[in-house]
């Protein structure tokens, strides 16, 4: 009798167990309107009636391409803080090399992929809830991607970026050749101002400091922002505060440290859900 109720409450509590770790909706889908090619968008999102009032995350992946990967950093995440998390896959066939990714096509025929983003958000808006806006997140490659994408498109429906890990940054200077700069682009005065006016957060690992990590780049002009990617998100940093008083203005942008977090996609995802949750972006505009 005992040993038969003992193993219900097991059964049960096992049964509990997978209904937490099955709450959270995810899969794929593809954007194939609004852009040029289609994009195939991975997706962690609550039940449907946790929908309406979630936050919108768009989380850009990194060298790999790995968009699957990244959306699973989020799962527990977006469970603990809410969230609704999508993955767009830029994928090399389309988007080869830096120069289509992490530059956006800048300077080519394109396709600039940059011009995704707000396509992207409008099929997620269609998947249901409230949402008015997102947030845009990127770590190592896709940090180049959002720092980029929020000088060269609008992105009206933006709500604040975060820029993890960068391996190497667009310096919002015009006496810098492009893409370490903007010398040689159109872009003025106004532009950076308009740039460093835009809300983002430069989210740095602490212990994010290979400089023979076999994916940092290493050029002169990539060496002059510093050595390892830590000291080249703090050179970044300082360069906007520069711009910004030269201006006389004040720049949207600010530098958040992350302890004990080397070039890890996950903790830094974890560090920007809290702030996320905290800010209560993603879901306004």
Request: no cysteine.
């Amino acid at each position: 009798m005992l040993r038969n109720i003992f193993t219900s409450f097991l059964a049960a509590f096992a049964s509990f167990g997978l209904a937490l770790a099955d709450d959270m909706r995810t899969g794929s889908f593809v954007v194939s309107e609004g852009y040029a090619l289609p994009i195939t968008v991975h997706f962690v999102e609550p039940p449907e009636d946790a929908m309406a009032d979630a936050p919108v995350v768009i989380v850009m992946h990194g060298v790999y391409r790995n968009a699957d990967e990244y959306a699973a950093n989020w799962v527990d995440l977006a469970r603990e803080y809410g969230l609704r998390v999508y993955a767009p896959e830029f994928s090399a066939q389309d988007f080869p090399g830096a120069d289509f990714y992490n530059l956006g096509g800048i300077g080519t025929d394109g396709p600039y992929a940059y011009q995704a983003i707000e396509p992207i958000f409008t099929a997620i808006a269609a998947r249901g809830g409230n949402a008015e806006g997102y947030v845009l997140f990127g770590h190592s490659a896709g940090a180049q991607f959002v720092h980029r994408a929020l000088l060269f498109e609008s992105l009206p429906r933006l709500t604040t970026a975060y820029a993890a890990n960068a391996g190497w940054y667009t310096l919002p200077d015009d006496s810098v050749p492009w893409p370490y700069g903007l010398s040689g682009l159109a872009a003025g005065q106004g532009a950076i101002a308009h740039w460093i006016s835009r809300p983002m957060v430069v989210l740095l690992g602490d212990q994010d400091t290979d400089p023979a990590d076999p994916n940092l780049r290493h050029t002169p002009e990539a060496d002059a922002q510093g050595p390892h990617r830590l000291a080249r998100g703090i050179y970044f940093a300082a360069e906007a505060q520069d711009r910004a008083q030269e201006l006389d203005m004040e720049t949207a942008w600010r530098v958040v440290h992350v302890p004990g977090v080397a070039h890890d996609n996950a903790g830094m995802a974890e560090a920007a859900a809290a702030l996320i949750s905290q800010s209560g972006e993603g879901a306004r505009r």
